[in-house]
């Protein structure tokens, strides 16, 4: 059951903040509210205020310029699954976003409360940090941009202030010759681990120029792991094609994975490397 | 109207006009009242269920605007100027839905607790994807869960609904 609660419905990105600001632990922005809602429902937090977002306009948009996504917070799940401009730049994001939950919390569930809530089995931020993108926090008197490796703090915890909203997403679109792949596992209704890597190649693919990991779901926060990278960095291919099963183990050691439900400590590494070496090559193959 | 009055005048309240299968609805809400309740209890129409409350089985699935949405957790403001469609809304004046009808041929269902959100879920997979793959179909109704089934009748089900469905458009 919910408990009564009072529903704002400001028209601007200012005047939450203002309200956030104002009414401090006792508001809540509220988004899709697939995340909200459950916790309210549980009686887990209680809001007396409930800010309202989606009449803010222009934040459910997603746009393509000088080389990057623009993804407004408040585009839902289903928007960016079945976005033209994704399919066509970011496919992987659009294979991602086909797996989150299921078709309902797709439907009303955005990219921004998703990122927000920061619960620890959650997708998008891994493969967001793999691709570096950044994220714009607004509030009433300035913005200022978070690179997704800095945002996620803790389980439920990101770098965003009491007043903050988060408006954009930034992905800058990887140069080419490059490949992009988020693979996960799972058995329960969210994902367990999940592993995104970013590649790119010299001109004539023989060269690992640069590659960007990234571990999620596994341990509290999602994170980039440069240890595992630097094996991959600047090797022949050849050379990185063998490396992969140590940068694998290197990155299960470094996911901070705990033993929960969703499976023991050590499986869960286990499960890091299995998937860090098939996203390596499903990303080669691109 | 007469529900603003017997509430407390500091209680907020949230006026609403949506359609209800095909017909127009007006009503004062307060924000904390779920969909599914308003629907089941105010509303009398008992074919949307409550089941796990989490959005993971599809019990209280509706349509909104034509799309799927877990009405145990979605705030019943959220569907002003919106068009509701739950079960009792499908069937055309007495004649039971293409999808209604490969059910029972098919044995779609048992004890019937989940139907209503299965046939609305499948009904928006096959407006969108009037010939889906048994692949694409499990990967949008795996939201939709059924403790009786084994779900392959429900598969069958959809597939021969599907089948005829794009039979008579042709
Ligand atoms: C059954 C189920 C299965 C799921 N499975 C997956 C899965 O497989 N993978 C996955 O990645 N996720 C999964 N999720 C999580 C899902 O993606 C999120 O619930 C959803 O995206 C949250 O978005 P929302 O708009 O509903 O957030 P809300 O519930 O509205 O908000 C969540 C939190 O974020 C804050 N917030 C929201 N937007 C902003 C903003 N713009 N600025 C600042 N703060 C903000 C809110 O104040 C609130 O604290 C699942 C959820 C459910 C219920
Ligand atoms: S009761 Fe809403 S999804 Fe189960
Ligand atoms: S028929 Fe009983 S739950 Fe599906």
Redesign the pocket.
């Given at each position: 059951m919910l408990r009564r609660f009072r529903l704002e419905e400001p028209q601007s990105v200012g005047e939450i903040s203002e309200l956030l600001g104002r009414f401090g632990d006792s508001a809540?922005?509220?988004?899709?509210?697939?995340?909200?809602?459950?916790a309210m429902k549980e009686g887990l937090v209680h809001y007396e205020r409930l800010v309202n977002?989606k009449g803010i306009e222009g934040l459910n948009e997603v746009k393509q310029h000088n080389g990057a996504i623009y993804i407004g917070?408040?585009c839902t799940?289903h928007q960016l699954e079945t976005s033209p401009v994704l399919k066509q730049n970011l496919p992987a994001l659009v294979k991602l976003e086909e797996n989150?939950?299921?078709v309902r919390?797709r439907q009303?569930?955005?990219?921004?409360?998703?990122l927000?809530?920061a619960?620890p089995h959650?997708?998008?931020g891994t493969l967001l940090i793999a691709l570096e993108a950044s994220l714009t926090a607004e509030k009433s008197n300035g913005k200022r941009e978070i690179p997704a490796e800095s945002f996620f703090v803790d389980a439920y915890e990101t770098a965003?202030e009491v007043d903050?909203?988060?408006?954009t997403i930034a992905v800058p679109i990887p140069a080419k010759p490059s490949g992009v792949c988020y693979m996960k596992f799972g058995y329960l209704?969210?994902?367990s681990v999940g592993v995104a890597v970013v590649v790119n190649l010299n001109a004539d693919r023989s060269v690992v120029d640069d590659i960007k990991i990234a571990v999620g779901c596994a341990g509290p926060a999602p994170m980039r792991v440069p240890e595992a990278e630097a094996l991959l960095k600047g090797k022949s291919l050849d050379e990185a094609t063998r490396n992969i099963v140590q940068a694998g183990e290197t990155s299960g050691r470094a996911s901070q994975a705990i033993s929960d439900l969703h499976g023991a400590q050590d499986y869960k590494e286990h499960i890091v490397g299995v998937l860090l070496k098939r996203a390596f090559h499903s990303a080669l193959s691109q | 109207m007469a529900n603003t009055m017997l509430r407390r005048p500091d209680v907020q309240t949230v006026p609403i006009s949506f359609t209800l299968n095909g017909k127009l609805q007006e009503l004062d809400v307060e924000p904390h009242e779920l969909l599914l309740d308003v629907i089941r209890e105010r509303l009398g129409l008992t074919g949307v269920k409550r089941s796990c409350d989490?959005?993971?089985c599809g019990a209280c699935t509706l349509l909104v605007d034509g799309r799927p949405v877990s009405a145990c957790t979605t705030l019943a403001f959220e569907v002003r100027e919106r068009s509701v469609l739950t079960i009792e809304g499908l069937a055309d004046d007495g004649k039971l839905h293409p999808l209604q009808e490969a059910f029972i041929e098919h044995g779609g269902f048992q004890c019937g607790f989940c139907t209503p959100g299965m046939i609305l879920a499948s009904k928006a997979l096959l407006d969108e994807n009037p010939d889906p793959t048994e692949d694409e179909l499990k990967h949008f109704m795996h939201g939709n869960i059924c403790r009786c089934t084994g779900y392959k009748k429900i598969i069958e089900s959809i597939m021969a609904a599907a089948q005829k469905m794009s039979s008579t458009a042709r």
């Open positions: 809540k922005l509220y988004a899709g509210g697939t995340e909200l809602l459950l977002v917070a408040l799940h989150v939950a299921n919390v009303v569930g955005t990219l921004g409360g998703n927000c809530f619960e959650a997708d998008p965003l903050e909203v988060l408006t209704e969210r994902p | 989490v959005q993971v």
